[in-house]
């Protein structure tokens, strides 16, 4: 009989655990806000209480007094992070957001299956080492096809292509708490590159032939209310960032819950099953499985009094699994906890569970087997960001 495996010493390593939900749904029903003196952070796991947390105005993205992490500070890496408005609560963001709002909610997502393929032909994809491959699509594809959504030219350009996609990884990858000193060096170059790239692509506009690029619109209307063409340029590269990790976490927990199912002899081209895969893989073994919030003032929170500048983990995938709350808070409702609520909630919830699908359905075009892929695989070590690495 299988050992039982050991739950997670915190919700910090329950984000690579094996199987967190059991010990999720625990701290959901059990803890739903507590302090967890050796992590030095409150803990919200209740959809309630993170929703309380999210919704409170004194909570920060970012410890006031430290805008930008320490390790990229002073960096082109961290010029770039300190731009982004995921990461910001000045109130300068506020006409920005607007329009991005706006202009993501506007993208057209109908064929985003025709074009990941097409876009996908120009990726190799090396049949005697599946793992490698499948972990190169799943953080390239994502980002060539949120570039594409954009309207930058990354079609029939596979050059220019490969390395924004790898620029873009990299940059992700030297936001983690865990980046060594040198993926943080790789970081600030990608960043370099990636604000040239953009500030080029966005005064060259789109060819007179072509439709009007969403990207033009965003910066036309940028423009307009008085944002700065540097601060949009960051944006569009942010956008990319915000596709890269999270969708390759949901694109290979897709893969994982297909090979499990696969194993119970399911198939996975039933029409509408890469839809339902995807749904429920975003409540149920999400990519994104924590956030965190920072006081800006004292503040009395779920019952208990924080002071200003303590740290809250928002523990996303325990409140999807909570199941104390029927309706609205819980993991029932429309909107997956994984994509977080309120003043940052994710924009770009619909359009990456459209390019997860169509990544998915690529990969097995090609010939990924996820019943052979979910033999053999643990997960990249992260804080918040649960991605499966193949081997
Ligand atoms: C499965 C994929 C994704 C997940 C799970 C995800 C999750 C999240 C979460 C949890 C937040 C809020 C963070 C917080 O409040 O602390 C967020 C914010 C954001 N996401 Fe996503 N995201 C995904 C894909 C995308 C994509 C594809 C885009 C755009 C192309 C995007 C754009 C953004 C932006 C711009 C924000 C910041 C919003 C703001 O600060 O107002 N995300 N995302």
Same mark, same amino acid.
Do not use: C
């Given at each position: 009989m299988p050992m039982p495996i050991p739950m997670p010493s915190d919700p910090l390593a329950a984000v690579t655990h094996a199987d967190p939900a059991p010990y999720y749904r625990g701290l959901a029903a059990r803890r739903p806000f507590y302090r967890d003196e050796a992590l030095g952070l409150w803990v919200a796991a209740g959809a309630a209480e993170v929703a309380a947390v999210l919704a409170h105005p004194a909570s920060r993205v970012r410890p006031p007094a430290q805008p930008v992490p320490p390790g990229l500070a002073g960096s082109p890496a961290g010029a770039l992070f300190g731009g982004l408005i995921r990461m910001n609560d000045s109130a300068w963001?506020?006409?920005? *957001?607007?329009?991005?709002? *706006?202009?993501?909610?506007?993208l057209e997502l109908g064929g985003m299956r025709q074009r990941v393929s097409a876009l996908a032909q120009g990726?190799?994809?090396?049949? #005697? &080492?599946?793992?490698?491959?499948?972990?190169?699509?799943?953080?390239?594809?994502?980002?060539?096809?949120?570039?594409?959504a954009l309207g930058l030219a990354v079609a029939g350009q596979p050059g220019v292509a490969m390395q924004a996609a790898a620029q873009v #990884?990299?940059?992700?990858r030297a936001m983690s708490p865990l980046? #060594?000193? &040198?993926?943080?060096?790789?970081?600030?170059?990608a960043a370099t590159w990636l604000q040239a790239w953009m500030r080029e692509s966005l005064s060259v506009g789109a060819p007179a032939s072509a439709p009007g690029r969403p990207l033009d619109a965003l910066q036309r209307e940028a423009l307009a209310a008085g944002v700065a063409k540097e601060v949009i340029a960051t944006n569009a590269i942010g956008l990319l960032i915000q596709a890269c990790e999270a969708t390759a976490g949901l694109v290979?927990?897709?893969?994982?819950?297909?090979?499990?199912?696969?194993?119970?002899?399911?198939c996975p081209d039933e029409s509408g099953a890469l839809r339902d895969v995807a749904a429920l893989v975003l409540r149920e073994d999400p990519p994104v499985q924590n956030t965190r919030r920072f006081l800006a003032t004292d503040a009395r929170l779920c019952g208990a009094d924080l002071k200003a500048g303590d740290g809250v983990l928002l523990v996303l995938a325990a409140a999807s699994l909570d199941e104390r709350m029927p309706g609205e808070c819980a993991g029932k409702a429309s909107r997956p906890w994984t994509f977080g609520a309120g003043r940052h909630a994710c924009p770009g919830?619909?359009?990456?569970?459209?390019?997860? &699908?169509?990544?998915?359905?690529?990969?097995?075009a090609r010939g990924a087997d996820p019943a052979a892929l979910v033999r053999?695989?643990?997960?990249?070590?992260?804080?918040? #960001?649960?991605?499966?690495?193949?081997l």
């Open positions: 963001n506020a006409p920005l *957001k607007g329009v991005l709002l *706006k202009r993501m909610a506007a990726l190799p994809f090396d049949l #005697t &080492q599946p793992g490698a491959a499948v972990n190169h699509w799943m953080f390239s594809l994502p980002v060539l096809a949120v570039a594409d #990884t990299a940059f992700a980046a #060594t000193a &040198q993926e943080i060096a790789a970081g600030s170059e290979g927990n897709m893969l994982v819950r297909l090979g499990r199912e696969m194993a119970q002899g399911r919830d619909a359009l990456a569970a459209s390019v997860a &699908q169509a990544v998915v359905a690529a990969l097995l053999a695989f643990r997960y990249r070590p992260s804080l918040n #960001t649960r991605i499966p690495h193949f």
